[in-house]
């Protein structure tokens, strides 16, 4: 890491500081009053030409189903469900009943099916003979390069193709105290919103079986599913799934909690289960023969040995997912845990999700791939939440390994990760979880029209991250997967704008890292993150590297990060593909009135030549800077390497260097514009995470 040579001058910087707004150092009465513009406030803004309108939530007239919490559900103000509410079971290989371990998760889903049912016999027809009549003649004119998208989401979105009724709707108990449903995996048919009102909130049911039903796999809630293969997210199903829909949604202003801190349980009491003492209580391979494995044999998910007679805790799914990824990897490089995620869609035309909170996840939250017409707006991810931190113990409910919960030990609760499928199709579209509709429609694979706006979120990984890993571009095309250019629609001004935000704990806003298909023309503006990882990453390695370009960063706040900008091709250690290296080549990146508040780290690198000894040419990285201010320059700290900067108004500590492969176009000053303050105001940029009642770790602070 580069020293700073700026130390020492901090008494100079001072009077500088002071200095500049009154025109000189010693500032007479008579001192004329700037008449510089105003500049941009982050954080205040309340609409938006460049982006469609908000959404909204269903009207009462627009509701198929309305769904009451039972009165034995009752959320506590930390946001956590009561142990009496949905009991582990004490003692020796015990299961629990799916009458207190899964209560809703049947008449949510039958409520759903009926919905979407409902949905495609109004509204089927229209949509099935619009894309009809786009694929006929996108098959007709056959562009070279061109993907067959069908009916554009842009038309979708019209009042024709949306039914009179479409929303299901869970709300608080008219006749008691209950607040709360527990449910297993639900399918989100076409045409259908999930609504879940104020005041209620859907606990992920703490049943392994829900998530992995079949004796013969896959099977989830491991780190391992065999003594030499590596557990997944993918061996679970998620809580929320949907594939090949129109105008979905799920929506409200209650919260959907997925519990990633409480203890797995099991309703089936030969399934496999993990113990904090690392014992397990079955084999998978005895499982699969309905059979119990005597205690000693070596466990197959895992664990050490069967111990059917331990009588400490199960594993939580975060217990897994630290030591899958942070233990078990880390010395063998094979693990990983078996957790479900919250919400998963792939391929769908208009999928919105607006103002739900969601806490807790147990892997990734949302993880939508192939969504023309991606909305994420006014959503609110806190992950921990305060409900993680309670136990019968009262000692903050911690991992096996005795640490309780922080930014940097809920591994994989990424909070969004848009991205590409891996090619186009022509599907039938879900109308419910086991039926589908009359014809098939087509998809070209692609993430088009995504706005992420006016959200909140604190995680333990990746706050929102782009993910160029597919491409269902057509071979040989060299298309971007990701591209903010590609279709956009005529409400809005770019195709992938993240705009609005308030981030927290994570790693911010990144790309990656996975690149390797492509990432470009992506609009990030006016965001702020307070005591984040990072704040504007963009990650890869030579296992996924790909182009990454024109990406757009303007007005942003960063205050307490540890990394406020972090751009690096050396992520990872990763093992090579079989075809060999994938490069990161990262360039035109604009950084455009970006303010930095509090010490931090800075890394801008590019990709060296010959790194690892392949003959590979340098991929330096090329960027923009203007108006990329410290408030306390001298507490900034950077590494550079194999970059091309061109800087204007920059008071960070970047050198041009040989030896490092820095060239500069213009330099730095330690005395531009040293409070920031004339280019950018983050006065009213940082404010208390909105979080339900009282489930909000952070607490409420004075205002700005």
């Not at 997912?321 to 919250?342: D, E, H, I, K, P």
């Not at 790909?546 to 007005?555: K, L, R």
């Amino acid at each position: 890491m580069r020293k700073n040579p700026w130390n020492g001058t901090r008494l100079l910087i001072s009077c500088i500081a002071v200095a500049l707004p009154l025109l000189g150092c010693g500032g007479g009465s008579d001192t004329p009053v700037s008449t510089a513009p105003k500049v941009f406030q982050v954080g205040t803004t309340t609409s938006d030409s460049n982006l469609p309108p908000e959404p909204s939530l269903p009207t009462d007239a627009q509701v198929c189903a309305t769904l009451e919490a039972s009165n034995n559900l009752v959320r506590r103000p930390d946001g956590a469900l009561p142990p009496e509410a949905d009991p582990s079971k004490t003692g020796v290989s015990v299961a629990v009943t799916t009458a207190t371990a899964n209560p809703d998760q049947a008449r949510i889903q039958a409520a759903l099916n009926a919905c979407g049912a409902a949905v495609n016999a109004e509204v089927g027809a229209a949509i099935a003979a619009a894309d009809a009549t786009a694929t006929a003649a996108q098959k007709a004119a056959s562009a070279p390069n061109v993907n067959i998208a069908g009916v554009s989401g842009e038309e979708l979105a019209k009042p024709q193709y949306k039914a009179s009724k479409f929303a299901v709707r869970l709300v608080a108990s008219t006749t008691g105290p209950g607040n709360g449903f527990i449910s297993g995996p639900l399918t989100l048919p076409s045409g259908v919103t999930l609504w879940i009102d104020k005041g209620a909130t859907l606990y992920a049911t703490r049943d392994v079986m829900a998530y992995s039903p079949l004796p013969a796999g896959p099977y989830c809630a491991n780190t391992a599913v065999s003594a030499t293969k590596g557990g997944s997210s993918s061996n679970c199903s998620a809580l929320i799934n949907g594939s090949n829909l129109v105008n979905s949604a799920v929506v409200g202003d209650g919260s959907i909690d997925s519990r990633g801190y409480a203890e797995i349980v099991t309703t089936n009491k030969l399934y496999p289960l993990m113990k904090v003492d690392m014992s397990c209580s079955n084999t998978y391979v005895n499982y699969a023969a309905g059979t119990q494995a005597a205690d000693g044999v070596a466990c197959d998910n895992g664990g050490t040995y069967v111990n059917s007679k331990s009588s400490v805790r199960n594993m939580t799914w975060w217990d897994l997912a630290y030591l899958g990824n942070m233990v078990q990897n880390g010395t063998t490089g094979s693990a990983s845990q078996s957790n479900f995620r919250m919400m998963v869609f792939s391929y769908a035309k208009n999928l919105t999700l607006y103002r739900i909170s969601l806490n807790n996840s147990a892997n990734f939250h949302v993880v939508p791939s192939g969504v023309d017409g991606l909305t994420v707006w006014g959503v609110k991810v806190q992950t921990p939440s305060l409900a993680a931190f309670a136990n019968p113990a009262g000692n903050g409910n911690p991992l096996y390994t005795g640490e309780t919960f922080n930014a940097d030990n809920v591994k994989n609760t990424d909070a969004f990760d848009p991205g590409a499928e891996k090619k186009a199709t022509s599907a039938k579209l879900s109308t419910g979880s086991t039926t589908t509709s009359a014809s098939a429609m087509s998809f070209d694979g692609y993430l088009k029209n995504f706005v992420f706006a006016y959200n909140y979120v604190s995680t333990g990984d990746d706050d929102m991250a782009f993910k160029g890993s597919n491409n269902p571009t057509p071979a040989g095309s060299g298309l971007f997967a990701i591209d903010g250019n590609r279709d956009v629609r005529a409400d809005r001004k770019w195709g992938m704008v993240v705009a609005h935000n308030h981030i927290y704990w994570g790693h911010g806003i990144s790309v990656g890292s996975e690149t390797n298909a492509g990432v470009t023309n992506v609009h990030v503006y006016d965001n702020s993150f307070q005591d984040s990882e990072e704040g504007l990453r963009i990650k890869s390695d030579y296992a996924r590297g790909g182009e990454v370009s024109n990406i757009f960063y303007e007005n942003i706040c960063i205050k307490n990060a540890q990394n406020a900008l972090l751009f690096t091709p050396y992520y990872s250690t990763k093992a090579l593909p079989a075809t060999g290296p994938l490069y990161p080549n990262f360039h035109d990146i604009t950084l455009n009135n970006v303010r930095i508040l509090g010490d931090s780290k800075v890394k801008l690198q590019g990709f060296q030549a010959n790194t690892g000894g392949f003959n590979n040419p340098a991929f330096p990285l090329v960027m923009s800077m203007t108006n990329v201010l410290a408030d306390t320059p001298l507490d900034i700290a950077s590494t550079v390497s194999d970059a091309k900067l061109t800087l204007s108004n920059v008071n960070l500590p970047i050198f041009a260097s040989t030896a490092e492969r820095v060239v500069l176009t213009g330099t730095t000053s330690l005395t531009a514009n040293p409070t920031g303050e004339q280019v950018l105001d983050c006065s009213k940029a940082f404010v208390d995470f909105p979080a339900i009642g009282e489930s909000n770790l952070f607490g409420s602070h004075w205002a700005n």
